[in-house]
């Protein structure tokens, strides 16, 4: 299991240095989110102690039931999953440092309370539909400024950029259109001027059009399957929550 995860780890970061000599970029401007639905905390702890530092849950139970057995490896939390208000008490519990779905005022307002509460604050991303399919969350990108807009007055959410599934599709256009737009939407926010905002972070690429979103402009890989295997179920069923 080690020397299979350790591989996927070098055949990842090969595709990483590759894709970003073709476009020009340096790897260092690319961080690897490990993203962990379903997976292990003995799988995860493998990736981790190979150098790893970032992982993301979808759901706040798995981020509850591994907290405990990987807390004590050095790691970042960033949280990908569509969040219910009900649950944020529980995710601040787990050491997230990132929400990167953050998609609604009503969300952010209650998330601004109890981080208050709690006097603490909290990096996020807006996540934002830039494939237009009902079945995932997300922002309109026509409503994306207004929203930023709103969360630039809530002194505890550091909007730090922007997120996107990209569509579930082997056609590679359109998927690249999906992050072409988020990094349209990323300027269209740059050149609004928002105060108390940043928009370094792209947040779109998974494990099987990492090189298009590379191309595109992305901060964040969110990479789980190229690292640790297949799951059980595609990844259009997992993204398609209604719970977190």
């Known amino acids: 299991m080690e020397k299979e995860i350790l591989k996927n780890l070098e055949q990842v970061f ?14 260092k401007e690319i961080k690897v989110l490990l993203a962990t639905k379903t997976i292990s905390a003995e799988r995860i702890g493998i990736a981790l102690h190979a150098g790893l530092t970032l992982i ?16 004590h490896i050095p790691h970042t939390n960033h949280f990908i999953g569509h969040l219910q208000s009900n649950k944020i008490k529980d995710l601040l519990k787990y050491d ?5 779905s953050m998609d ?12 208050e509460y709690e006097n603490k604050t909290m990096d996020v991303l807006i ?3 830039t494939s237009g399919e009902q079945s995932k969350f997300g922002i309109a990108p026509s409503q994306a400024i207004e929203l930023v807009t709103h969360l630039s007055k809530l002194d505890r959410l550091k909007v730090k950029g922007l997120m996107t599934i990209g569509l579930f ?10 992050f072409q ?7 269209q926010l740059m050149n609004s001027n928002i105060p108390d905002i940043e928009m370094k972070e792209l947040s779109m690429g998974m494990s099987g059009d990492l090189e298009i979103a590379i191309e ?5 890989l969110r990479i789980g399957t190229a690292v640790f295997g297949k799951r059980a179920l595609p990844d259009s069923y997992y993204w398609n929550e209604t719970t977190a």
């Open 14 to 27: 090969t595709r990483i240095k590759k894709a970003c000599y073709n476009s020009k970029r340096d790897p």
């Open 56 to 71: 993301a849950e979808n759901k706040v139970q798995e981020l509850k039931e591994k907290h405990p057995l990987l807390v």
């Open 96 to 100: 997230v440092s990132c929400l990167q």
């Open 104 to 115: 609604r005022l009503d969300l952010a307002q209650k998330l601004q309370k109890r981080l």
């Open 127 to 129: 996540q934002v539909n």
């Open 169 to 178: 599709t082997t056609d590679k256009e359109k998927v690249r259109l999906c």
């Open 181 to 187: 737009r988020l990094r349209h939407l990323q300027q």
């Open 216 to 220: 595109e402009g992305a901060t964040i």
